[in-house]
């Protein structure tokens, strides 16, 4: 248990799922996005940021570039 649900939390992931963004909507104060879509803001606007394992290997390789 992360015990996310009361913070402000950023879940990101390497793709778009569905499931996984219905399932946020219980989550008062989450946004889910991909990998692609993390931007310096959404960063410095969250206290809890939760990274898909596939997810940090696309910010690497993206940021190694």
């Known amino acids: ?11 990101i992931l ?3 799922n569905n499931n996984i ?3 946020s909507r219980n989550l008062k104060k989450s946004k889910v996005i991909t990998a692609t879509e993390l931007n310096t803001y959404d960063i410095l606007n969250h206290k809890n940021l939760v990274f898909v394992e596939s997810s940090i290997e696309l910010i690497n390789n993206t940021l190694d570039k």
Do not use: G, P, W
């Open 1 to 11: 248990n992360l015990k996310i649900d009361d913070k402000k939390s950023l879940l």
């Open 14 to 16: 390497k793709n778009k």
């Open 21 to 23: 963004y219905l399932s």
